[in-house]
């Protein structure tokens, strides 16, 4: 009786762990599993921990995680019918279990799915947009992220609806010129850019010499307004020296007084000791009234013989 007791025992446990295995399974926190009754999605569980189901009853789990998606390039026609070759990279994750299930099953045939939408909007995206949007130097035609946000845009409202993916993000790995046509269309770039510097090198000496002629023009102005003040300044100073002459003309010896107090003023100063001989004309100056009045007699003469010429020449 004992080993048909542990015999039943076992068998018990056997089928207890066979149908545990059948009706319970466990939700991992990066998963989404959706339980189907032979195909058709009845439930869908997004929180992790265990779970029990019917035996007849099948679980199929999805990784609710991003992943990223990376397009073969491919070649496209720009608005200006100019051939280029693009790759691009689109982000994704499932945002509906039961209809990511339904319509693609597995993350194979969602990439299938995405490539042929990235494909579609991509294409329709360059082929609506000069080549100047993706490859400039203007950065007002650069437009580039517009356009790729675009491309998101609209990939992610097909995605979406059709597969139940979210996409996330959109990316233009690569633009390029296909090889078999790359060296024209560089010798075509470089035959554009030589035209523009041919063009900015025109422009850039024409304002040259528009801006010399304006200094040239303004220098001979002001040499000439120059010119004038300095001849009036001349005039007015050969009329006073005239004056000046013909005043120390009229008597040499006060003009000679003059001088000599002046020299005396410039380099004699306070406390000085002096060493003259006697007849020095200084000396003379200093101590000698008869010289100074020898000196300030031919003065008021000369004085007194221009003034009476002044009032001369003021009578009519």
Not at 136 to 151: H, K, M, N, Q, S
Not at 294 to 300: E, F, G, I, M, T
Not at 305 to 314: F, S
């Amino acid at each position: 009786m004992n080993r048909r007791h542990q015999l039943g025992a076992l068998i018990a446990a056997v089928a207890v762990v066979a149908l545990g295995s059948l009706c319970l399974f466990a939700v991992d926190a990066a998963q989404y599993v959706v339980v189907t009754d032979f195909g058709k999605p009845v439930r869908v569980i997004a929180e992790p921990g265990l779970r029990a189901k019917f035996p007849y009853q099948s679980v199929h789990a999805f990784d609710r995680r991003l992943f990223q998606y990376s397009r073969p390039a491919s070649e496209f026609l720009s608005l200006e019918k100019t051939p280029v070759v693009a790759s691009s990279t689109i982000i994704w994750r499932i945002a509906d279990p039961q209809r990511f299930f339904e319509t693609v099953f597995d993350r194979a045939g969602a990439e299938s799915r995405l490539g042929d939408i990235l494909f579609a909007e991509l294409g329709a995206a360059i082929g609506q947009n000069p080549l100047t949007s993706f490859i400039t130097l203007d950065p007002t035609a650069y437009r580039a992220d517009a356009v790729i946000a675009e491309v998101t845009r609209k990939c992610r409202e097909a995605a979406l609806r059709d597969y139940g993916i979210a996409v996330v993000d959109v990316q233009l790995q690569n633009l390029d010129f296909p090889k078999q046509n790359r060296e024209r269309l560089y010798a075509r770039m470089r035959s554009e850019r030589g035209r523009l510097s041919m063009r900015y090198r025109s422009e850039g000496e024409e304002v040259g010499l528009n801006t010399r002629a304006v200094a040239e023009e303004e220098k001979a102005r002001i040499l000439s307004r120059a010119i004038e003040t300095s001849q009036q300044y001349r005039g007015q100073g050969e009329g006073e020296a005239r004056i000046y002459a013909n005043v120390l003309g009229a008597d040499p010896a006060f003009y000679r007084f003059l001088r000599t107090m002046e020299a005396s003023r410039a380099f004699i100063q306070k406390g000085t000791t002096m060493v003259l001989p006697a007849d020095s004309e200084l000396f003379g100056v200093l101590f000698d009234a008869d010289y100074y009045n020898h000196a300030a007699a031919p003065r008021s003469a000369a004085w007194n013989g221009i003034r009476t010429t002044q009032e001369g020449n003021a009578q009519p």
